[in-house]
């Protein structure tokens, strides 16, 4: 058990899907070497497949007794999928624009596709990093005991030099975010950026999201919106707290939206554009709590009374949102190679 935790709180209904977190998590980490087909920061949609494709039903962490449940590792071209090229010289000549290989999957797949029909079609997004979870079931599983968690953050790492690319973490873990790096023979996953974290800067992901969505901090501070958010306000919660980790990851659930049409184009009164049942799936029985408080929050702000909840979430000061600390005397960021 680490002394403190780092912990990270994504707001759903802010999240427009642009990918920069991905972007800037690929062009820092895993860009060369081995990682090319890693995903450390994916955006999914969701109703969804994701990333890799079903991973919800690739088994893993612990069951109500506390034992590891049997999972899977997930296969590179049927779950993952393998990156594929256009055919560029040709386009270049005027052809019409084709993969030079099938496409079977891979990132994004069913980007946007989401579930029902027009006009009652309904999506959002879900960012997911490594959940940099309290009970972590990679490192339960790990024969090498080469996983473990920081002490003075809680952040989860896998020790390369102990790591012998036995890949029992990632059939045990249950969101399927670690990845195995064939060039090196070793398991690779998402490090919260902590040679950031100990400059005093936020997670990569986090530094460059367009819809400030991403808040950084302990969850002891009780200044940092984290901990609002976790612990005053109880709007984050959990990613599928039935599997057991204790995730370090939390979401403020998506508002089920605009009410859903009949088919005279009429809005039916009382119903959901996402159905509350679906997200009760994703977060657990507390979204139903978490759905009502916030409702109430907008209603008090409808009514032009003031909510300390509803600022924290606008994020009017970018700088507010990450609560880290003061930079560790002396280090300088390390170059990968």
């Known amino acids: 058990m680490s002394t403190r935790q780092l912990a990270m709180v994504m707001d759903l209904n802010k999240c427009i ?13 895993t860009n060369r070497n081995g990682r090319e087909g890693m995903y450390w920061n994916n955006v999914e949609t969701k109703p969804g497949a994701g990333f890799p494709k079903k991973w919800e039903e690739l088994g893993g962490g612990f069951d109500d007794r506390g034992n590891l449940k049997e999972g899977v590792v997930p296969s590179r071209y049927g779950d993952y999928g393998v990156p594929w090229d256009y055919n560029s010289d040709e386009i270049l000549k005027g052809a019409e624009v084709h993969a030079q290989t099938e496409p079977r999957v891979g990132p994004n797949w069913d980007e946007d596709v989401g579930a029902g029909d027009f006009p009652n079609s309904h999506f959002f997004y879900l960012p997911r990093i490594c959940n940099h979870c309290s009970n972590p079931s990679c490192l339960a599983a790990c ?42 023979s070793k398991s690779e996953k998402c490090i919260f950026c902590f040679p950031r974290i100990e400059q005093g800067l936020p997670p990569a992901c986090a530094d460059q999201c367009v819809g400030r969505i991403r808040f950084v ?20 919660l959990g990613l599928h707290p039935e599997y057991g980790t204790q995730p370090n990851v939390y979401y403020v659930p998506p508002l089920p939206g605009p009410r859903r049409f009949d088919k005279t184009g009429k809005p ?9 049942a679906y997200l009760e799936s994703l977060f657990g029985p507390a979204v139903h709590d978490v759905l009502k ?29 990450f609560q880290l600390g003061k930079p560790r005397p002396g280090f300088k960021l390390p170059v990968l190679k």
Not at 160 to 167: P, S
Not at 268 to 276: A, C, K, Q, V, W
Request: aromatic fraction near 8%; charge should be positive.
């Open 17 to 29: 899907g642009c990918q920069t977190c991905t972007v800037a998590c690929k062009t820092q980490w």
């Open 143 to 184: 024969p090498r005991q080469a996983i473990f968690k920081r002490d003075q953050d809680g952040i989860v790492l896998v020790d390369l030099n102990r790591c012998e690319g036995n890949r029992q973490c990632i059939a045990a873990c249950p969101y399927k975010k670690i990845y195995f790096n064939p060039k090196l």
């Open 217 to 236: 901090g302990y969850l002891d501070d009780e200044n940092s919106q984290v901990h609002k958010l976790v612990k005053k306000y109880q709007v984050a």
């Open 293 to 321: 408080r916030l409702s109430a929050e907008l209603d008090k702000r409808k009514k032009g009374q003031p909510s300390e909840l509803l600022d924290l979430l606008i994020a009017y000061k970018h700088q507010d949102m």
């Open 268 to 276: 039916i009164e009382g119903s959901e554009r996402i159905p509350t």
